[in-house]
């Protein structure tokens, strides 16, 4: 069984910087695939990153490119997501996911979830 447990959130000012950290338990996260997805209130559940068992391969969202870099550590079992030039558009809750099958953006595809972490940019 496959535990997520996703932290980091916070509130930051426009500009601001946070790093998302998801560690996992009961798998490596080498054998398998994860994401991170967000969720404002009133909307659905949107891919952001994602990124494969060995980590070589990494997959953004077109508009989080280069803001956001999505990353894993597998000694420490943990995926990270950096986000830079936060905005207020990026308040959500962000949700770390881990799937048995390839990274695709949606969420449906995902075996794993956090609980998540709240995630609140003012401007």
């Known amino acids: 069984q496959v535990q997520l447990e996703d ?26 695939g994860m994401a991170w997805f ?3 209130p009133g909307k659905e ?12 391969g990494v ?5 989080k490119e280069g803001r956001f870099t999505i990353s894993k550590d597998n000694a420490k079992n943990t995926m990270y997501l950096q986000m830079n030039s936060l905005k207020p558009e990026d308040t959500a809750k962000y949700y770390c996911a881990g799937t048995r ?23």
């Open 101 to 123: 099958g390839t990274i695709v953006p949606r969420p449906g595809n995902y075996d794993y979830w956090g609980q998540g972490t709240q995630v609140t940019v003012s401007s």
């Open 38 to 40: 967000r969720q404002a």
């Open 59 to 63: 997959y953004y969202a077109d508009s």
């Open 45 to 56: 559940r949107e891919f952001v990153a994602g990124i494969n068992g060995a980590g070589n």
């Open 7 to 32: 932290s980091g959130g916070g509130l930051v000012q426009t500009g601001g910087s946070l790093r998302l950290s998801c560690v996992a338990s009961g798998r490596s996260v080498y054998t398998f």
